[in-house]
């Protein structure tokens, strides 16, 4: 927000390098740490780090100048003073087909991503069945090993891949690639397979899909990024959880359900990626705002 377009996409993966190697760091420790301690004492330890987010925040706002949390704005054009407000933001929301472009992708994501993680934890339980320390090592294992992936991925530059690809190719590529995703592990019902799956989709959406939404926002007007992203993110992405969820609760073990379901996604999916990422290139060529 506080970036000019290229700035910006050079910027992120500089700091998801970090965050991923902080992920791999913070699930090994978790299944390391939950052989020893009682889950109440693990809660503890996380809800005292969580404590410290608000000074490494103020930090942050008391070490960036001033002028330099100004948000980007097309050529010649000044942030709007905008009553804030939970109405306004919905009915911005709601009459830009930008912003409901993203709200699609992000919840596309989300749904079939629920859909693939409760399958994979029914696949555990069917596997290792009533042994919790079993079914923490799976758990530990797939934070350690998608968080490995993503880190990976930006380090041998995937990213670069991306930009080369251009926005366009970059969105589109996640639901092609979570559609082919769907169909394997969805004919080969096993947990193994599963796992591999799990470890593809998130790793895949960290490296790709992760910096390609953010870029989205890159054009928009500060009145759209801070009034929208609240909906789109958190509503968009909690509500698509629990789409999710419900589709997996109706459609129960039936994988041809499951399969078709994921793929109708994937289709729409695409075909928001295609409408955004030509709005965007088009707005950050001309050095303009979409909304």
């Known amino acids: 927000d506080t970036t000019t377009p290229e700035a910006g ?33 693990v809660l503890f330890a996380a809800a005292a780090a969580i404590a410290l987010i608000p000074a490494m925040v103020a930090f942050i706002m008391w070490f960036i100048p001033k002028d330099e949390l100004a948000g980007y704005q097309a050529k010649g054009g000044e942030a709007k003073k905008t009553k804030p407000g939970f109405v306004e933001g919905f009915k911005l929301f709601l009459s830009e087909p930008y912003l409901l472009g993203i709200f699609i992708w992000v919840s596309a994501f989300e749904v079939i991503a629920t859909v693939f993680d409760l399958q994979f934890k029914v696949l555990i339980m069917r596997e290792v069945g009533d042994n919790a320390a079993e079914f923490a090592r799976w758990t530990s294992d797939f934070g350690v090993m998608v968080s490995t992936l993503a880190l990976i991925s930006l380090l041998l530059g995937i990213g670069n891949i991306g930009r080369r690809l251009g926005l366009t190719l970059s969105l589109v590529i996640l639901p092609i690639l979570m559609a082919v995703n769907a169909f394997v592990m969805f004919v080969s019902p096993v947990v193994q397979v599963a796992f591999w799956v799990m470890v593809a989709s998130k790793g895949i959406n960290y490296a790709f899909g992760q910096p390609s939404k953010e870029q989205l926002y890159i054009p928009t007007s500060r009145e759209a990024r801070y009034k929208s992203k609240a909906w789109v993110d958190s509503f968009g992405s909690r509500g698509s959880k629990a789409m999710g969820s419900l589709i997996k609760g109706f459609a129960g073990g039936s994988a041809a359900l499951l399969l078709g379901t994921a793929i109708g996604i994937s289709a729409i999916w695409v075909v928001a990626s295609l409408y955004l990422g030509k709005k965007a290139t088009e707005a950050v060529a001309n050095n303009e705002v979409v909304c």
Request: positive net charge; without cysteine.
């Open 9 to 41: 996409k050079k910027a992120f993966y500089i700091t998801a390098t970090f965050a991923q190697a902080g992920a791999i760091i913070g699930s090994w420790a978790t299944g390391a740490i939950a052989r020893s301690l009682s889950v109440p004492q």
